[in-house]
Nanobody, 116 residues
Framework: QVQLVESGGGLVQPGGSLRLSCVNS????????MGWYRQAPGKQRELVAQ???????NYADSVKGRFTISRDNAKSTAYLQMNSLKPEDTAVYYC??????????WGQGTQVTVSS
């Protein structure tokens, strides 16, 4: 059973920072691609950032230069460092894991609210 548990969301003022964490309980983390997606009210879920098992990263244009995705295979944890947050970053953020066989799994989501 593959489980993903996110943490680190919350309320932050514009310009502030948050770091999201996603812990995988299984033993497949090091070979999996990890990603962060977000879904704002009334909008479709969208890709925020991805990191391959080899450490290659990909970002949505809207977050380039502000967000950084990383992973610690020893801790089976993926991170999303979010800086210079804007109100339009407000959304539920979901962790995503894609195995080598392309089966994917999702976390339960963590709310990020950027507001003064």
């Amino acid at each position: 059973q593959v489980q993903l548990v996110e943490s680190g969301g919350g309320l932050v003022q514009p310009g502030g920072s948050l770091r999201l964490s996603c812990v995988n309980s299984g033993s497949i983390f090091s070979s999996a691609q990890m990603g962060w997606y977000r879904q704002a009210p009334g909008k479709q879920r969208e890709l925020v950032a991805q990191i391959t098992s080899g450490g290659i990263t990909n970002y949505a244009d809207s977050v380039k230069g502000r967000f950084t995705i990383s992973r610690d295979n020893a801790k089976s944890t993926a991170y999303l460092q979010m800086n210079s947050l804007k109100p339009e970053d407000t959304a539920v953020y979901y962790c995503n894991l894609v195995r080598r066989n392309l089966r994917e799994y999702w976390g339960q989501g963590t709310q990020v609210t950027v507001s003064s």
